[in-house]
Nanobody
Framework: QVQLVESGGDSVQPGGSLRLSCVVSGYTYNTYFMGWFRQAPGKEREGVAALYSGTGTTYYAGSVKGRFTISRDNAKNSLYLQMNSLKPEDTAMYYC?????????????????WGQGTQVTVSS
């Protein structure tokens, strides 16, 4: 049984930084896509960043490129999202996702495994 558990969400001021973590258990394949998604109240869930383990390729939404960095630590079965220069519009519930293959890494369609989310609030 695959489980994803996110942590690291918090309330921060604009311009601040946070690092989100996602710990994976129960996944047995050597290659995977993993991603971070977010959903603000009243809005659809959107892709933020993703990576493919086989090549190390990373993908970023235009709104976060240059501010957010996705990374992984296979030894710790963990995925991270370093978020810098946070803006109020980054406020959302952040979810991590995992699958062996996805048609489009920054789209929600096709991801099989999801965590429960961690809340990020950016406000002065």
């Amino acid at each position: 049984q695959v489980q994803l558990v996110e942590s690291g969400g918090d309330s921060v001021q604009p311009g601040g930084s946070l690092r989100l973590s996602c710990v994976v258990s129960g996944y047995t394949y050597n290659t995977y896509f993993m991603g971070w998604f977010r959903q603000a109240p009243g809005k659809e869930r959107e892709g933020v960043a993703a990576l493919y383990s086989g090549t190390g390729t990373t993908y970023y939404a235009g709104s976060v490129k240059g501010r957010f960095t996705i990374s992984r630590d296979n030894a710790k079965n963990s995925l991270y999202l370093q978020m810098n220069s946070l803006k109020p519009e980054d406020t959302a519930m952040y979810y991590c996702a995992l699958d062996r293959s996805v048609p489009s890494p920054l789209r929600t369609f096709g991801w099989k495994y999801w965590g429960q989310g961690t809340q990020v609030t950016v406000s002065s």
